[in-house]
T-cell receptor, first 112, second 113 residues
Framework: GESVGLHLPTLSVQEGDNSIINCAYS??????FIWYKQESGKGPQFIID?????DKRQGQRVTVLLNKTVKHLSLQIAATQPGDSAVYFC???????????FGQGTRLTINP | KAGVTQTPRYLIKTRGQQVTLSCSPI?????VSWYQQTPGQGLQFLFE???????NKGNFPGRFSGRQFSNSRSEMNVSTLELGDSALYLC????????????FGPGTRLTVT
């Protein structure tokens, strides 16, 4: 079946350091992998996505890496700020299905 | 441009009752999806509507239903509420069906007692 899972439920980093959040997936047929950020009391917020035929994609302070060989996805956040504190979800989607399958989430805590 | 709005934000119901939740997508977005979020199961897909038609459905019982109106606004209904239905219900909209970039509303927190 299709599933995504995150490696760590919590991650604590120092402000200004880089954060790396990891995710494993099992469905090789996924077309897109997506990262969402959910702050307390809010709905998930789209951060960045990557097509399955890509290895790397960069956004503003974020980079997503996709390793299809080991079915691994990671989100790197540069120079982590207090506003980055949230739960981060990886998700996968098959084009046309409009069905996001979410992992369990990693809670990122920023230490001052 | 206004984001996705959901009403009500909080709701308390009793077992056996039914509930209707509402979602207004971003202007111009025609696809609306609904998700249930619980601490134990995480975020789970309920169903997706596009142009008033249900395109996809998750693995939930028939007590969960939805619809979409001609203005793309959507409602979901849960009948015969159970304690396990307590959750945050999230609505997401996107421009097109099958789109990978979805925009979520703040959710409706449903508590069943």
């Amino acid at each position: 079946g299709e599933s995504v899972g995150l490696h760590l439920p919590t991650l604590s980093v120092q402000e200004g350091d880089n954060s790396i959040i990891n995710c494993a997936y099992s469905n090789s047929a996924s077309d897109y992998f997506i990262w969402y950020k959910q702050e307390s009391g809010k709905g998930p917020q789209f951060i960045i996505d990557i097509r399955s035929n890509m290895d790397k994609r960069q956004g503003q302070r974020v980079t997503v890496l996709l390793n299809k060989t080991v079915k691994h996805l990671s989100l790197q956040i540069a120079a982590t700020q207090p506003g980055d504190s949230a739960v981060y979800f990886c998700a996968e989607i098959k084009g046309g299905a409009q069905k996001l399958v979410f992992g369990q989430g990693t809670r990122l805590t920023i230490n001052p | 441009k206004a984001g996705v709005t959901q009403t009500p934000r909080y709701l308390i119901k009793t077992r056996g009752q039914q509930v209707t939740l509402s979602c207004s997508p971003i202007s111009g977005h025609r696809s609306v999806s609904w998700y249930q979020q619980t601490p134990g199961q995480g975020l789970q897909f309920l169903f997706e509507y596009f142009s008033e038609t249900q395109r996809n459905k998750g693995n939930f019982p028939g007590r969960f239903s939805g619809r979409q109106f001609s203005n793309s606004r959507s409602e979901m209904n849960v009948s015969t509420l159970e304690l396990g239905d307590s959750a945050l219900y999230l609505c997401a909209s996107s421009l097109q069906a099958g789109g990978n970039e979805q925009y979520f509303g703040p959710g409706t927190r449903l508590t069943v007692t």
